[in-house]
Protein backbone atom coordinates (compact mmCIF):
# COMPACT_ATOMS: atom_id res chain seq x y z
CA UNK A 1 0.00 0.00 0.00
CA UNK A 2 1.16 3.60 -1.03
CA UNK A 3 2.07 5.70 1.63
CA UNK A 4 -0.51 8.71 2.17
CA UNK A 5 0.75 12.18 2.76
CA UNK A 6 -1.72 12.71 5.71
CA UNK A 7 -2.15 16.28 7.52
CA UNK A 8 -1.64 16.07 11.52
CA UNK A 9 -2.16 18.79 14.28
CA UNK A 10 -1.61 17.75 17.55
CA UNK A 11 -4.98 18.13 19.52
CA UNK A 12 -3.23 18.09 22.61
CA UNK A 13 -2.73 21.53 22.23
CA UNK A 14 -6.28 22.04 22.73
CA UNK A 15 -5.87 20.90 26.60
CA UNK A 16 -3.21 22.71 27.06
CA UNK A 17 -3.10 26.18 25.42
CA UNK A 18 -6.70 26.93 24.63
CA UNK A 19 -7.54 27.58 28.53
CA UNK A 20 -4.70 29.96 29.14
CA UNK A 21 -5.22 31.92 25.98
CA UNK A 22 -8.69 32.33 25.95
CA UNK A 23 -8.98 33.35 29.48
CA UNK A 24 -5.31 34.85 31.21
CA UNK A 25 -5.26 35.27 34.74
CA UNK A 26 -3.48 37.90 36.77
CA UNK A 27 -0.92 36.84 39.13
CA UNK A 28 -2.47 35.82 42.45
CA UNK A 29 -5.33 33.67 40.52
CA UNK A 30 -7.45 37.06 39.49
CA UNK A 31 -7.00 39.07 43.07
CA UNK A 32 -5.21 41.74 43.45
CA UNK A 33 -1.31 40.79 43.49
CA UNK A 34 0.38 40.29 46.89
CA UNK A 35 3.15 42.66 47.84
CA UNK A 36 5.82 39.82 47.01
CA UNK A 37 4.06 39.37 43.16
CA UNK A 38 4.02 43.14 42.90
CA UNK A 39 8.00 43.70 43.83
CA UNK A 40 9.09 41.21 41.61
CA UNK A 41 7.91 39.39 38.13
CA UNK A 42 6.52 35.95 38.75
CA UNK A 43 8.73 32.74 38.32
CA UNK A 44 7.90 30.42 35.90
CA UNK A 45 6.53 28.48 38.34
CA UNK A 46 4.56 30.85 39.47
CA UNK A 47 3.19 31.53 35.65
CA UNK A 48 2.31 27.69 35.17
CA UNK A 49 0.76 27.45 38.03
CA UNK A 50 -1.35 30.34 37.16
CA UNK A 51 -2.09 29.59 33.73
CA UNK A 52 -2.86 25.97 34.91
CA UNK A 53 -5.75 27.35 37.83
CA UNK A 54 -7.19 29.24 35.23
CA UNK A 55 -7.88 26.03 33.23
CA UNK A 56 -11.79 25.67 33.20
CA UNK A 57 -12.76 21.84 33.19
CA UNK A 58 -15.83 23.08 31.58
CA UNK A 59 -14.28 24.32 28.94
CA UNK A 60 -12.21 21.31 28.41
CA UNK A 61 -14.94 19.20 28.30
CA UNK A 62 -16.70 21.37 25.56
CA UNK A 63 -13.47 21.12 23.39
CA UNK A 64 -13.74 16.93 23.97
CA UNK A 65 -17.07 16.91 22.86
CA UNK A 66 -16.68 18.81 20.26
CA UNK A 67 -13.95 16.48 18.72
CA UNK A 68 -15.84 13.23 19.54
CA UNK A 69 -19.46 14.63 18.07
CA UNK A 70 -20.86 12.50 15.58
CA UNK A 71 -19.66 14.99 12.58
CA UNK A 72 -16.21 14.06 13.04
CA UNK A 73 -17.15 10.58 12.92
CA UNK A 74 -14.56 8.96 14.80
CA UNK A 75 -12.04 11.30 12.98
CA UNK A 76 -10.12 8.16 11.07
CA UNK A 77 -7.07 9.11 9.90
CA UNK A 78 -7.71 10.25 5.96
CA UNK A 79 -10.71 10.71 5.97
CA UNK A 80 -12.96 13.85 5.02
CA UNK A 81 -14.33 13.96 8.91
CA UNK A 82 -10.46 13.89 10.26
CA UNK A 83 -9.71 16.68 7.61
CA UNK A 84 -13.00 19.09 8.81
CA UNK A 85 -11.93 18.09 12.39
CA UNK A 86 -8.30 19.89 11.93
CA UNK A 87 -9.47 22.26 10.52
CA UNK A 88 -11.92 22.97 13.49
CA UNK A 89 -8.84 22.64 15.72
CA UNK A 90 -6.41 24.95 13.28
CA UNK A 91 -9.71 27.85 13.09
CA UNK A 92 -9.43 27.56 17.13
CA UNK A 93 -5.45 28.16 17.21
CA UNK A 94 -5.71 31.17 15.07
CA UNK A 95 -8.83 32.10 17.19
CA UNK A 96 -6.91 32.29 20.12
CA UNK A 97 -3.53 34.16 18.24
CA UNK A 98 -0.93 31.05 18.07
CA UNK A 99 1.62 31.27 14.98
CA UNK A 100 0.94 28.76 13.14
CA UNK A 101 4.48 25.99 13.59
CA UNK A 102 3.43 23.37 10.49
CA UNK A 103 4.48 22.65 7.11
CA UNK A 104 4.51 25.92 4.94
CA UNK A 105 3.21 28.41 7.61
CA UNK A 106 -0.13 26.23 8.61
CA UNK A 107 -1.06 24.06 11.65
CA UNK A 108 -0.24 21.20 9.98
CA UNK A 109 2.33 18.47 9.29
CA UNK A 110 2.77 15.74 6.57
CA UNK A 111 4.00 12.26 7.17
CA UNK A 112 3.79 9.44 5.38
CA UNK A 113 1.41 6.79 7.32
CA UNK A 114 1.06 3.37 5.33
CA UNK A 115 -2.33 2.47 7.63
CA UNK A 116 -4.88 5.09 7.55
CA UNK A 117 -8.61 3.14 6.52
CA UNK A 118 -9.83 -0.62 7.28
CA UNK A 119 -11.05 -2.18 4.38
CA UNK A 120 -14.50 -4.00 4.27
CA UNK A 121 -13.12 -6.43 2.02
CA UNK A 122 -10.58 -7.98 4.08
CA UNK A 123 -10.68 -11.38 5.27
CA UNK A 124 -10.00 -13.82 8.25
CA UNK A 125 -10.00 -17.55 7.89
CA UNK A 126 -8.75 -20.11 10.36
CA UNK A 127 -7.07 -23.89 8.55
CA UNK A 128 -7.51 -26.93 10.35
CA UNK A 129 -5.45 -29.77 9.14
CA UNK A 130 -6.81 -33.10 10.52
CA UNK A 131 -4.53 -35.15 12.77
CA UNK A 132 -5.56 -38.22 10.61
CA UNK A 133 -6.69 -37.36 7.12
CA UNK A 134 -5.06 -35.21 4.59
CA UNK A 135 -8.24 -33.12 4.69
CA UNK A 136 -8.47 -29.50 6.04
CA UNK A 137 -11.48 -27.37 8.11
CA UNK A 138 -11.70 -23.68 7.02
CA UNK A 139 -13.31 -21.42 8.81
CA UNK A 140 -13.84 -18.13 7.91
CA UNK A 141 -14.59 -15.04 10.13
CA UNK A 142 -17.17 -12.18 8.98
CA UNK A 143 -15.51 -8.90 9.34
CA UNK A 144 -16.84 -5.93 12.38
CA UNK A 145 -19.12 -9.05 13.29
CA UNK A 146 -16.32 -11.45 14.10
CA UNK A 147 -13.00 -9.36 14.09
CA UNK A 148 -11.36 -5.89 12.88
CA UNK A 149 -8.26 -5.63 11.51
CA UNK A 150 -5.95 -2.80 13.62
CA UNK A 151 -4.60 0.10 12.42
CA UNK A 152 -0.92 -1.19 11.80
CA UNK A 153 -2.82 -4.25 10.56
CA UNK A 154 -0.95 -5.62 7.59
CA UNK A 155 -1.65 -8.54 4.49
CA UNK A 156 -0.34 -11.70 4.87
CA UNK A 157 -0.69 -15.25 5.90
CA UNK A 158 0.67 -16.78 9.48
CA UNK A 159 1.22 -20.43 9.84
CA UNK A 160 1.75 -21.42 14.00
CA UNK A 161 0.32 -23.25 16.45
CA UNK A 162 -2.71 -21.79 18.69
CA UNK A 163 -2.69 -21.37 22.19
CA UNK A 164 -5.81 -20.29 24.37
CA UNK A 165 -4.27 -17.32 26.92
CA UNK A 166 -8.06 -16.55 28.71
CA UNK A 167 -7.60 -12.49 28.51
CA UNK A 168 -3.96 -12.30 28.50
CA UNK A 169 -3.63 -10.65 31.57
CA UNK A 170 -1.05 -10.38 33.47
CA UNK A 171 -1.33 -8.76 37.26
CA UNK A 172 1.60 -10.06 39.68
CA UNK A 173 -0.13 -7.78 42.39
CA UNK A 174 -3.08 -9.90 42.56
CA UNK A 175 -1.12 -13.30 41.75
CA UNK A 176 -2.64 -13.49 38.84
CA UNK A 177 -0.89 -14.68 35.40
CA UNK A 178 -2.81 -16.15 32.09
CA UNK A 179 0.75 -16.82 30.89
CA UNK A 180 1.59 -18.49 33.30
CA UNK A 181 2.31 -21.93 32.38
CA UNK A 182 1.90 -20.90 29.06
CA UNK A 183 4.52 -21.41 26.34
CA UNK A 184 3.44 -18.77 23.42
CA UNK A 185 6.91 -18.21 21.36
CA UNK A 186 6.51 -18.48 17.81
CA UNK A 187 2.57 -19.34 18.55
CA UNK A 188 -0.62 -17.28 17.89
CA UNK A 189 -2.14 -15.92 20.84
CA UNK A 190 -5.91 -16.49 21.54
CA UNK A 191 -7.80 -14.61 23.94
Not at 16 to 45: M, N
Not at 100 to 128: A, K, R
Request: proline residues 6%; hydrophobic residues 35%.
Amino acid sequence: MKAKRLRILILSLILILAPAVSSPVEAGHGREGTAQDQKSPPSDERVILNAMHGISSHALLGYVQELVSEKFGGRLTGTKEYNDCTEWVAGLLKSWGIKPGGDNGTYFQSFPNPYTLIFPDGEVSITLPQAKSKDVIVKPYKFEDEFLPGGTSGTGQVTAEVVYVGYGITAPELNYDDYRGVDVKGKIVLM
